[in-house]
């Protein structure tokens, strides 16, 4: 829960920036801090979502995809805004670490921390689909001897 609060602000964090900030009259900039927030709320409430009993089987795969996902999100926003601190990026640079950007940088890092440990966790104690097919007996196996 606490990986999908935390995109969930990232997410609302990217819009304050688009909205109040006049992000939005960037070019490509704007634009990508509007997808930032719409796929950020996405992926923060699907991770908020009962997956499992909405999904049943498929619901673990769900949580992963949706984790690797929100922390794709996180980490490539982090790095963009380290990119435009010290270049330009799509032609706009950041000029100086005020406080709306060292807001960005502590969520940015905590959700694809927080989301990293989640999917590594999810990996290890959710068995895919192969991993549990592979223990179960097939047809064409030989059938035990019995011996008299």
Do not use: C, W
């Amino acid at each position: 829960m606490l990986g999908a609060v935390l995109l969930l602000f990232v997410g609302a964090d990217h819009y304050y920036e688009y909205s109040a900030d006049s992000y939005s009259v960037l070019p490509t900039i704007g634009t990508l801090f509007l997808l930032n927030f719409i796929s950020a709320t996405a992926f923060g409430l699907i991770l908020l979502a009962p997956l499992d009993r909405i999904l049943h089987r498929y619901g673990a795969i769900a949580l992963q995809l949706a984790t690797l996902s929100g922390f794709g999100i996180a980490a490539t926003s982090l790095i963009a805004l380290l990119v435009s601190e010290h270049t330009t990026l799509f032609g706009f640079m950041e000029s100086n670490y005020r406080p709306a950007i060292i807001v960005a940088i502590a969520l940015e890092a905590a959700a694809a921390i927080v989301l990293a440990l989640l999917f590594v966790v999810t990996r290890a104690t959710k068995p895919s689909v192969s991993r549990s097919r592979a223990s179960l007996p097939t047809s064409a196996s030989p059938a035990p001897a019995h011996h008299s």
